[in-house]
């Protein structure tokens, strides 16, 4: 890694593929939309390189991302090409023109992965690319991407050597309490007081809610959450320090709302709610239920997705010492939640998609699965290395060490666990490479 230069150039082009098949599993439905793409070559040997195949997943994709730059890194290493694929149904690449219920019957984690292996045949048949049956690829994802990077090596061993797989929610699970629960030791780690100050906080909300039906709804149209349910109010608060936690933030978040009045506190978290793009659209049926396309919008896509397939659904921990979010949020929440934004009943088979895709029993090779210690996702991830298939499990042990961290562009701050994280990637990369004969 100091070998190559902490900020690397890039250059992305943006491309679509026009014939992506809208469903994989109908020889008889012809139909087809537009997805986007990007390539960028400039570190490429288009004589002997290998192409690093970087999943985007539940959101706008932007192509490559500067606060992400070390698969860029790993191009200049290893004079890859990368391609960036974004997610059907996500961004620019929409098969329909609204999201109604009926629309979305295609919108699912079996489809877009055949959408992947039909878009990696169609680059190798693709003249201006000259990339060849030969090739050695690898994929990338972070987050649900990297579900999907983890799921493509397994679904499709022979279109890829391997996968970097960081912070993948490979498992999906219904009642969710490990989830809660990390954020309770996540917020430990700076102290005690932060921990009970979020619980403390939460109680003292759930009170008022449940004795003072004027200040509960003043408090919510102070957050400009007058659409949402009481209950929906309460997932959104959740996530407001969930998501500071999540992405890294858990130091500052801890200096910030530390011993603070219930009051101080109420301003600080819409403070940290609006710094944090927390916002309550993305937690309300009412706005969830709308249908019109928006390229910038992906709450309703998500919401689908999660609600029929994955579940991941973020319950209070059973232990009330571990408990970081209010009691309301329960599977009747979200059993509720997911028909109100929807209009009839959408709820997953999580057994069935596990026995589908494998969960934490799948067994593949060259998979590598790195999480960050501080992240609450990485319990729907493997995190004990299966070295006798060569899955390798990276836990990143360090001060704000979270979700998709290694992925993020290095920098000379970055932890000494961080760091060899990354060697230990970069090496297994060049391992699996030399392995490769064509």
């Not at 629960?181 to 700076?190: A, C, D, G, K, N």
């Not at 759930?206 to 929906?232: C, M, P, R, V």
């Not at 609006?274 to 709308?290: A, E, Q, R, T």
Request: overall charge negative; charged content about 20%.
């Amino acid at each position: 890694v100091e070998k190559i230069e902490k900020n690397p150039s890039y250059v992305q082009v943006e491309r679509w593929f026009d014939f992506q098949k809208l469903d994989h599993f109908n020889p008889s439905d012809s139909r087809t939309f537009r997805q986007r793409y990007w390539t960028m070559d400039l570190y490429w040997d288009r004589e002997r390189g290998p192409v690093l195949f970087w999943l985007c997943g539940e959101y706008t994709c932007p192509g490559i991302r500067k606060t992400r730059l070390f698969p860029v890194l790993l191009a200049q290493r290893f004079n890859a090409l990368i391609i960036v694929l974004e997610h059907r149904y996500y961004g620019a690449s929409q098969p329909f023109e609204d999201w109604s219920l009926p629309n979305l019957k295609w919108l699912t984690v079996q489809q877009a992965l055949d959408d992947t292996a039909y878009f990696v045949n169609f680059i190798k048949t693709n003249d201006e690319f000259h990339v060849g049956n030969d090739r050695p690829w690898i994929v990338i994802g972070g987050s649900y991407p990297g579900a999907m990077s983890a799921w493509y090596r397994y679904k499709y061993p022979h279109l890829t050597i391997g996968s970097l797989a960081s912070s993948a929610v490979i498992n999906a699970i219904a009642d969710f309490t490990a989830f809660d629960e990390q954020i309770y030791y996540s917020t430990r780690i700076s102290n005690l007081d932060c921990t009970t100050t979020i619980q403390n906080f939460t109680n003292d909300l759930d009170a008022i809610f449940a004795n003072d039906t004027d200040k509960s709804q003043q408090i919510k149209a102070s957050f400009g959450a007058e659409k949402l349910t009481d209950d929906e109010f309460f997932f959104y608060i959740a996530d407001v320090f969930v998501e500071t936690v999540q992405y890294g933030g858990r130091i500052a978040l801890c200096n910030k709302i530390t011993r603070k009045s219930f009051d101080s506190l109420l301003q600080l978290v819409k403070e940290i709610a609006n710094s944090s793009n927390v916002f309550p659209p993305d937690y309300g049926s009412y706005y969830l239920s709308n249908t019109t396309y928006d390229i910038d919008k992906n709450g309703r896509q998500w919401t689908y997705q999660y609600c029929s397939q994955m579940g991941w659904f973020q319950t209070p921990s059973k232990d009330p010492n571990l408990r970081m979010r209010s009691t309301r949020l329960s599977l009747n929440f979200y059993k509720k939640f997911c028909q109100d934004t929807f209009g009839e009943p959408v709820w997953p088979d999580v057994d069935y998609f596990n026995n589908q895709f494998g969960g934490l029993d799948m067994v593949v090779d060259n998979v590598i699965f790195s999480n960050g210690d501080e992240d609450p996702w990485r319990h729907a991830s493997l995190n004990v290395s299966k070295n006798a298939y060569h899955m390798d499990a990276l836990l990143i042990t360090c001060d704000d060490c979270a979700h998709c961290v290694d992925l993020n562009t290095p920098t000379k701050q970055d932890s000494r666990p961080l760091h060899n994280a990354r060697i230990k990637i970069l090496k297994t990369f060049a391992k699996w490479l030399s392995q490769y004969r064509w």
